[in-house]
């Protein structure tokens, strides 16, 4: 069984910077690309960022490129997302989960195991 804690979450104001935290536990974390989502009250889950297994290759939702950056740490079975230049419209609940693979994919139906999520608010 896999189980993601994210923390890290909290009230900001506009410009300021979070960093969000991912701890796995259960099953090899090092052999999965891990991702980030977020969701809005009344919107649908939306893709964020991804990291491949080695932490090689990223990719990143055009609408946080150049402000968050993921990163992981394996001998710390963690992933990370540096978030800078907050914005009101990246309020939301960002959840951590794992890919069913090593490499990135975007879409949410390719992640099989999910964090409960922790809340990021922007104030304006």
Not at 67 to 84: E, G, H, P
Request: overall charge positive; some cysteine; proline content about 2%.
């Amino acid at each position: 069984q896999v189980q993601l804690v994210e923390s890290g979450g909290g009230l900001v104001q506009t410009g300021g910077s979070l960093r969000l935290s991912c701890e796995a536990s259960g099953r090899i974390f090092s052999r999965y690309a891990m991702g980030w989502f977020r969701q809005a009250p009344g919107k649908e889950r939306e893709f964020v960022a991804a990291i491949s297994w080695r932490g090689g290759s990223t990719d990143y939702a055009d609408s946080v490129k150049g402000r968050f950056t993921i990163s992981r740490d394996n001998a710390k079975n963690t992933v990370y997302l540096q978030m800078n230049s907050l914005k009101p419209e990246d309020t939301a609940v960002y959840f951590c989960a794992r890919s069913s693979g090593p490499t990135i994919v975007t879409h949410y139906g390719y992640y099989d195991y999910w964090g409960q999520g922790t809340q990021v608010t922007v104030s304006s």
